[in-house]
């Protein structure tokens, strides 16, 4: 049985976005879109396995920071990114900080949204399938489903 953790969130104007950075003082990180889907999987690639929690969640809309705090049981998106950058080894960390997208049979773009499917990709984002919104800022991740257990080719 594949154990599925669903964390896909559909960008709503009524979620609150996460409150805190990681100082625990309650403030947020100023959205910050990408020029393409491409871009923005990028950059929270690098901040995620280079410990910039809150740079990574700059680039998530307000209600996939949300989705990220609850998920992980933390009070805010930071802290959340935190718990998952903890669960990556240090040789993943310091392997993929540099990484740039290069998988463009896994990305689907239509119109203002898109769909980056890493399962089976070997890459730093293996097993997790993205949503990508375009938003006033730019591209940003608005959500996400990771597959735990996923078997590629199965």
Known sequence: MIKKVFLTVILAQTLVGCSGDESGSGK????????SPQEVLTQFTRHLYGGQSVQACALITDGGRQAIATSTG???CPAGIAKI??????????????WAFDEPDNLKVIGDTAVYDGNCSGGPLHNVKFNLTKTEPGWMISGWEEQLGYVCGG
């Open 74 to 76: 933390q009070g805010y």
């Open 28 to 35: 947020s990180a100023e959205p910050v879109g990408a020029k």
């Open 85 to 98: 950058i903890e669960t990556k080894t240090q040789v993943k960390l310091a392997k993929y900080k540099n």
